[in-house]
Nanobody
Framework: QVQLVESGGGLVQAGDSLRLSCAAS????????MGWFRQTPGKEREFVAA????????SYADSVKGRFTISRDNAKTTVYLHMNSLKPEDTAVYSC???????????????????WGQGTQVTVSS
């Protein structure tokens, strides 16, 4: 069982940066692929970024590539989402997710994840 708690969301202006954190409880954190997803009212959940258990492999949605960076600190059992050059269209509830797998695999689809955090709101004003 893995429990996930996100933090770091808030209200920022377009062009600003923000770092989200996702603290995980449970054992063998490095065996879990981690991902960030986001959702706005009336829209489907959208993949943002994913990282393998070892941190060696990452993947990004085209909409955030070059602006967002996912990273993890396995010693602290925490995954991060560094968001730069934020745009109003990045406004959403951001959730992290965990999926048990190999240390090198990544997962980009929501149904592949078994554990989810409660989400943190990010609002970008123009």
């Amino acid at each position: 069982q893995v429990q996930l708690v996100e933090s770091g969301g808030g209200l920022v202006q377009a062009g600003d940066s923000l770092r989200l954190s996702c603290a995980a409880s449970g054992r063998f954190f490095s065996n879990y692929a981690m991902g960030w997803f986001r959702q706005t009212p009336g829209k489907e959940r959208e993949f943002v970024a994913a990282i393998s258990g070892s941190g060696s492999t990452t993947s990004y949605a085209d909409s955030v590539k070059g602006r967002f960076t996912i990273s993890r600190d396995n010693a602290k059992t925490t995954v991060y989402l560094h968001m730069n050059s934020l745009k109003p269209e990045d406004t959403a509830v951001y959730s992290c997710a965990a999926a048990r797998g190999s240390t090198t695999s990544i997962k980009t689809r929501g149904f592949e994840y078994s554990y989810w955090g409660q989400g943190t709101q990010v609002t970008v004003s123009s």
